[in-house]
Nanobody, 123 residues
Framework: QVQLVESGGGLVQAGGSLRLSCAAS??????MGWFRQAPGKEREFVAV????????SYADFVKGRFTISRDNAKNTVHLQMNSLKPEDTAVYYC??????????????????WGQGTQVTISS
């Protein structure tokens, strides 16, 4: 059974940091990414990392603040979030693709999803 389990969400003040983790089980994945969804908004792409850390891509609104990494031995992906802003408040979802699609910025590029973890940034 394939599962993605996120952890690390919480409440922090603006300017603070959080580190999200996503533990995958059941199989390995080609690419793993993070999306987020704020109340009343569509789910949006945040970051993705390929099998090797040389392949990374970020949404413009997180460049320079967020860093995605993965540990293939542990089948885990992390999202280090620094300089957090109130507008980063959302439920953050881990997503995983079973094969190399070449593009990963849309939700339909992924085969499995986690249940989400809440991130709340206070001003």
């Amino acid at each position: 059974q394939v599962q993605l389990v996120e952890s690390g969400g919480g409440l922090v003040q603006a300017g603070g940091s959080l580190r999200l983790s996503c533990a995958a089980s059941g199989r390995s994945f080609s690419a793993m990414g993070w999306f987020r969804q704020a109340p009343g908004k569509e789910r949006e792409f945040v970051a993705v990392i390929g099998w090797t850390e040389y392949t990374q891509s970020y949404a413009d609104f997180v460049k320079g603040r967020f860093t995605i990494s993965r540990d293939n031995a542990k089948n885990t992906v992390h999202l280090q979030m620094n300089s957090l802003k109130p507008e980063d408040t959302a439920v953050y979802y881990c997503a995983a693709s079973t094969y190399d699609r070449g593009t990963y910025r849309q939700h339909y590029n992924y085969d499995y999803w986690g249940q989400g973890t809440q991130v709340t940034i206070s001003s």
